[in-house]
């Protein structure tokens, strides 16, 4: 018996069987930390189970929309500040970005996640039924109070164990501002925020616990706001000495959709109008539309920008007006690092899913049937590892801007079970498990494997090797990272400020004290095994 399944028979009944196997696998020892210090990791960060669920909770109950997440910035940077970390804020012009760095010497390792909250989508936690916690409010649809909890939980544990047995190396936390509106992290990269950084590891919460390697499938995309000018006018007494620049945003809007007929079948794009004016009987000078543009490569995406803005061009000259554009954002096509993942991989299946309880189950029913969503349990597995060959051609239309990080350094992304299976992510249903004991033992188990895979590029230098080498030979052979972001266009920090300033003061009275209460569900009055008794008024 070797040596390493000799130190796994001596692990807790968890870890052990898996990795007793894992010893006996040509290949599987390959860049990999020592399996009783990936234990002593793992248990440094059960030991934090308590603080996972106070700060999955607290930000839950901030629900802080994008380039407006003060409370929940603040709160995390003092925690990783009280913990030895070296804090820098405000970082690449954006008010709630920072950088939290520790250690000295080794590889330098970035951990990431989003933590902005979608607007109106408000929702009590720990019940099946759409109900706001705050009407009109934002609320965490997608989850994104839960990945950062995860981030720090995994940093502290790694911290612990490296100090303990003076492993070299440095961590720098992050958190992803901004990301519904996609507005960020191509700013991160453009302030060299990562210059330095070896490898990266993101986290995304997931209804399933895996990752994978390749192009993704999420495509790239560019968030433009078009502005047109035209002439105020009395609107029924002298029409035509007015020039509408509300002409030009719907005439662009119907000259973009007779288009897409014409587009290939990879893009998405959709808009809204931010400003249509003031009142009828005033010809509006003023209006703009903000639109997304997305593809599945930088050429592609590069191609549908230049056609947009030749429509806008052209409504602005069909109705006397003139036309302006302002990039709001930008994310660059996914593509996750193929050793990084292989080596997190393993420690996803070393963890394993979290040991559901009866009530976890029957209230992820109780959402799934209420809501008239498919049913089906939380996982009692890992999902398998995702590879070009396993999703074929499968594209998800959606974007995500970790995207501009992963052309930059190699970079993999953990999806980690942290919500209901079948649930309408940017909607209610999203939210309802996102402060109950399912987000926060998903949380928990991804932490684990973050924390393990952390312990992996300290002390096996090969596997950072091998991830750079193959980002040059693969991942750039054929594509290189092409931002559609100007020198001059700046990160929108003011986006959803007048929305936050309007609500919070009622949104406060909600936020979670975890001084007085064990739970948020418990300061919310929920019962949270009866909510998952109770599925009255279910549809069929």
Do not use: C
């Not at 709001?328 to 299946?349: D, Q, R, S």
């Not at 995500?400 to 942290?418: H, K, L, S």
């Amino acid at each position: 018996m070797s040596k390493r399944t000799l130190i796994a028979a001596a692990l807790s009944p968890v870890l052990a069987p898996v990795l007793a196997v894992a010893a006996l696998v040509p290949g599987a020892a390959q860049a990999a930390a020592d399996p009783a210090l990936k234990q002593e990791v793992a248990t440094a960060v059960e030991a934090q189970r308590k603080q996972i669920q106070v700060m999955v909770d607290e930000i839950y109950s901030f629900a802080e929309p994008g380039f407006q997440e003060v409370k929940t910035s603040e709160y995390l940077a003092g925690i990783l500040e009280k913990n030895g970390f070296t804090v820098t804020r405000g970082v690449a012009g954006v008010p709630t970005a920072f950088t939290a760095t520790w250690g000295s010497g080794g590889p330098k390792i970035a951990l990431g996640s989003d933590i902005d909250g979608l607007l109106g989508v408000s929702q009590v936690p720990g019940v099946a039924d759409v109900k706001p916690l705050t009407e009109g409010a934002p609320g965490h649809g997608e989850g994104h109070n839960s990945g950062m909890p995860l981030m720090v939980a995994a940093a502290l544990a790694a911290k612990q164990v490296m100090t303990r047995h003076g492993i070299q190396g440095r961590l720098m936390v992050w958190p992803g501002v901004a990301e519904e509106l996609l507005a960020t992290k191509a700013y991160y990269v453009r302030a060299s925020l990562f210059k330095d950084v070896d490898a990266s590891i993101f986290a995304h919460v997931n209804t399933g616990f895996g990752t994978g390697w390749g192009d993704l499938g999420l495509t790239g995309m560019i968030s433009v706001e078009y502005e047109w000018k035209g002439k105020t006018a009395h609107s029924a007494g002298m029409p035509w000495e007015g020039r509408s620049a509300l002409d030009g945003v719907e005439l662009m809007d119907v000259m973009w959709n007779f288009r897409r007929e014409h587009l290939p079948l990879s893009q998405r794009s959709h808009d809204v109008i931010t400003n249509g004016g003031g009142q009828p009987n005033v010809v509006p000078d003023r209006a703009s539309s903000w639109y997304y543009f997305r593809d599945k490569d930088f050429a592609s995406l590069r191609k549908l920008y230049e056609v947009g803005n030749q429509i806008s061009e052209a409504s602005a000259l069909a109705t006397g007006t003139t036309v302006s554009r302002k990039v709001l954002g930008f994310a660059a096509p996914n593509y996750g690092n193929k050793p990084l993942a292989e080596a997190l991989y393993a420690n996803i299946e070393t963890v394993g899913v979290p040991q559901w309880s009866a009530a976890d189950q029957a209230f992820a029913r109780a959402v799934q049937v209420k809501n008239h969503l498919k049913v089906e349990p939380l996982p009692t597995g890992v999902a398998p590892l995702s590879t070009p060959e396993t999703r074929g051609n499968a594209s998800f239309g959606g974007s995500d801007d970790i995207g501009d990080v992963m052309w930059t350094v190699p970079t993999v992304t953990i999806g980690y079970p942290a919500n209901i299976p079948n649930v309408i992510f940017h909607h209610a249903t999203a939210a309802m498990a996102m402060a109950t004991p399912i987000a926060h033992k998903g949380t928990v188990v991804g932490a684990k494997a973050v924390a393990m895979t952390i312990l992996d590029l300290m002390t096996t230098p090969e596997l950072i090797a091998d991830a750079k080498t193959w980002m040059k030979d693969v991942q750039l052979k054929d594509q290189k990272y092409d931002p559609l972001i100007a020198a001059t266009d700046m990160p929108a920090i003011d986006r959803n400020a007048r929305t936050m300033a309007q609500i919070r003061p009622a949104m406060e009275s909600r936020y979670y004290d975890p001084k007085k209460y064990d739970s948020y569900l418990q300061q919310l009055g929920i019962d949270y095994e009866a909510s998952g008794r109770d599925t009255s008024g279910a549809g069929g």
